[in-house]
């Protein structure tokens, strides 16, 4: 007797032909795409490939301008997030939509407050949102200001807020960028756990690992069209072939053969400490080097990186620049010496989203382009062209909002902007998170160019395999301390992780599955 086939999962929406044109782009040229109840789909592509865009077009950020979006087979129409949220469609995006000091049951239920004889019913609204909490694994009392959670936390709100919606299709756009691994592993059974129970989840990450972790199907876009729909246990090669529309051989195409290091180091950081933040910091960075930091979350690397430039203050040591010592906490002094920070938060931190391109690209070498109060923006415009044809940025002009491009290209313009101000000394803070491996192994081909014309990068990273691929020496650091330094044929994921964990023998305490995903 044989076993029946299982019946087909039920579809909950399917999306045809959908366009969506801005002023010079074509974002979206005619795509498809489906999901069914109790499944993992995945959404691929590069920066650019469309993927916000179809997302917000389905969450009713956006409208289309061709093609339909049906539910149950009817044709729906999906103009703003409120008549998306009356369709069971729940968004959770990159820029988390929370109001930091309100509660969390405040939060959940924002402008959906329930009321009794005209006020708001405080006990059932925190009753309602433990209940929801529970479901999402969050033991927070529901009167925790959000601001008092971690991102790990306030992500769980925001899925808690999505279900109390009753939403059967779930968004979730890059949810898993800054959470550590473990963290990580418990956004994934809060996944199992909606998908068993006949929530769709529509999920775009950049990790291709992740995908087949948690994906039953893969759709992958490249240049605002659908290039194919492949099942989730697809081969990363063939997974990124199909997104760039190439091979890409080498993930980490670190080019050592021109580093030669000399006795003058081009930064030199002695005995750098800030109480309760990071004590004793010392070390080189030579011309020609990459020098990666590694550490687990809240080892201090960024709030180092941004004393070294002068973003934040310390309380005693030496930064010098070519023999020359910087006074502390002065960001026009490091400038002047050649020193230049691409921070981690590139959206709060390298750029001002509302202005163009060219704008941002300018905005370090502005104060050189003034005579007499009068800016040369002639020159502006020309440098900023050449420097965005040369790391091939893609807009569609000069004139373009920076915040209207993919992750990648911002990123491209936030390093831009210092390769204009000639930066002797690179610090990259996170260089690649949030973008796709394309973009990476661009981003990864520049820094081997400054290397390899004499300059000195210093690169911060929570992606391991990208600080042991791409870096010369690396620094690793524990609880505000540098615990040792690595060479290229010394470090290895353990090396660097028994380093991390203060051990004396590799992954005594903890393994590369515990290791940090995000800050």
């Known amino acids: 007797m044989t076993t029946p086939d299982p019946p087909p999962a039920r579809e909950l929406l399917r999306m045809e032909g959908i366009r969506k044109v801005f002023p010079g782009v074509v974002a979206l040229d005619g795509v498809d795409f489906d999901l069914r109840a109790g499944e993992v789909h995945v959404l691929l592509g590069e920066n650019g490939a469309g993927k916000s865009t179809l997302i917000k077009i389905l969450s009713g950020a956006y409208r289309a301008d061709a093609g339909r979006i049906l539910q149950?087979?009817?044709?729906?129409?999906?103009?703003?997030?409120?008549?998306?949220?009356?369709?069971?469609?729940?968004a959770i995006h990159q820029e988390f939509n929370l109001v930091p000091h309100?509660?969390?049951a405040e939060n959940i239920f924002l402008g959906r407050q329930p009321r009794r004889m005209g006020l708001v019913d405080r006990k059932k609204m925190e009753a309602d949102a433990a209940v929801l909490l529970g479901r999402v694994g969050v033991d927070a009392p529901p009167r925790t200001p959000v601001k008092d959670l971690g991102i790990a936390g306030r992500q769980m709100v925001e899925i808690a807020k999505a279900?109390?919606?009753r939403a059967r299709v779930l968004i979730m756009d890059e949810p898993t960028a800054v959470l550590t691994a473990e963290e990580v592993n418990r956004l994934f059974a809060i996944v199992r756990k909606l998908r068993s129970e006949g929530v769709g989840i529509v999920f775009i990450t950049h990790h291709l690992e992740e995908i087949p972790a948690i994906g039953d199907r893969v759709t992958v876009l490249r240049d605002g069209r659908t290039v194919g729909q492949v099942p989730a246990k697809t081969p990363q090669d063939e997974l990124v072939r199909q997104m760039v529309g190439r091979s890409i051989e080498q993930q980490f195409p670190r080019d050592t053969g021109h580093v030669a290091p000399t006795d003058q180091p081009l930064l030199r950081v002695r005995g750098l400490r800030r109480a309760g933040v990071f004590h004793d910091i010392g070390f080189e960075v030579r011309a020609g080097e990459v020098v990666g930091i590694a550490g687990l979350?809240?080892?201090?690397?960024?709030?180092v990186a941004r004393a070294v430039f002068g973003a934040d203050r310390y309380d005693a040591g030496t930064v010098e620049v070519l023999g020359?010592?910087?006074p502390g906490n002065d960001v026009w002094a490091s400038l002047a010496a050649g020193l230049g920070l691409v921070p981690e938060d590139r959206k709060g931190q390298g750029l001002v989203a509302g202005a163009s391109v060219q704008e941002n690209l300018?905005?370090?070498?502005?104060?050189?382009?003034?005579?007499?109060?009068f800016v040369d923006r002639a020159g502006q415009r020309r440098e900023a062209?050449?420097?965005?044809?040369?790391?091939?940025?893609r807009m569609a002009g000069l004139q373009q909002q920076v915040g209207t491009l993919s992750g990648g290209n911002q990123q491209k313009v936030v390093i831009g902007k210092w390769l204009l101000a000639q930066s002797r000394v690179l610090i990259l803070d996170e260089p690649t998170r949030g973008i796709d491996v394309g973009a990476k192994v661009e981003i990864y081909q520049l820094i081997n160019e400054l290397t390899a014309s004499g300059h000195a990068v210093l690169m911060i990273s929570s992606d391991l395999p990208e600080v042991l691929g791409m870096s010369d020496r690396v620094l690793v650091m524990s609880q505000g301390r540098i615990a040792g330094e690595l060479t290229a044929r010394e470090a290895s994921q353990d090396a660097v992780m028994a380093l991390a964990v203060g051990t004396s023998a590799p992954g005594a305490n903890e393994t590369m599955e515990d290791s940090p995903r995000g800050h």
């Open 72 to 90: 149950g087979g009817k044709a729906v129409r999906i103009s703003d997030a409120e008549s998306a949220e009356k369709l069971g469609i729940a």
């Open 102 to 104: 309100l509660s969390i």
């Open 163 to 165: 279900l109390s919606l």
């Open 297 to 303: 979350v809240g080892a201090g690397r960024t709030e």
């Open 324 to 326: 020359r010592k910087l």
């Open 362 to 373: 300018g905005l370090v070498t502005l104060r050189k382009a003034t005579r007499g109060g």
């Open 385 to 393: 062209s050449r420097i965005a044809d040369r790391l091939g940025v």
